[in-house]
């Protein structure tokens, strides 16, 4: 594949993938922007605008140097790679069905697998950072379901907060005293209301 018809995009390990161009300029809205920036870019030279550039010589385009595993880049251009009709294109906000039910089954095991292996929220932002929405949908829908089903399965709020701050990789920012005092006002809003969570 010749150099300037694709898109290059490395970690900071080295680690790199490749999409075609066409594919990845269909796919992740970042690239789209190169308009913006072009214009952009125009309005502010001084240079005549009849004179063309020549891309003869044309670089791959590049996304270089993230912080995204190399798990998470092989899943993006896999992801990209599936065919159209291999890949949700719309799923319903809410979701009222399960999650399963609306996508495809490989799509499934990606996530599940993502989750299992530890990248889920790292797949997330990258897929974000990209704008590959169909990507984002995907694994946001995913995670609001297992949000979901963390807090139910928990014994009580606070537990849940905590295991659901697990999966989101999140520190807890309350320092202990603002923990116990939360603690003992989710206790009284329970004895108050039983159904309250």
């Keep these: 594949m010749p150099t300037e018809d694709i898109f290059l995009m490395s970690n900071v390990s080295g680690h790199s993938v490749e999409i075609p161009l066409d594919t990845a300029k269909d796919l992740l809205g970042i690239l789209n922007m190169d308009q913006i920036f072009r214009s952009a870019r125009a309005g502010a030279d001084d240079a005549d ?16 140097g993230t912080e995204y595993g190399n798990e998470v880049l092989d899943v993006v251009r896999a992801y990209a790679m599936l065919p159209p009709d291999k890949r949700t294109t719309s799923i319903p906000r809410p979701l009222m069905q399960e999650l399963r039910t609306v996508v495809y089954p490989d799509e499934m095991e990606l996530v599940k697998k993502a989750e299992k292996e530890d990248y889920l929220v790292d797949l997330l932002n990258c897929a974000l950072f990209l704008r590959f929405s169909q990507l984002s949908s995907l694994c946001a829908a995913y995670m609001a379901v297992r949000i979901n089903d963390i807090a139910q399965a928990a014994p009580d709020i606070m537990e849940g907060a905590e295991r659901i701050r697990k999966f989101l990789h999140m520190q807890n920012e309350w320092t202990e005293e603002e923990m116990v005092h939360l603690r003992r006002e989710m206790e009284y809003a329970k004895s108050v209301d039983p159904n309250v969570y």
Excluded: G, Q, R
């Design 49 to 64: 605008d009849s004179v063309e550039e020549d891309d003869s010589d044309a670089e791959p385009v590049k996304l270089e």
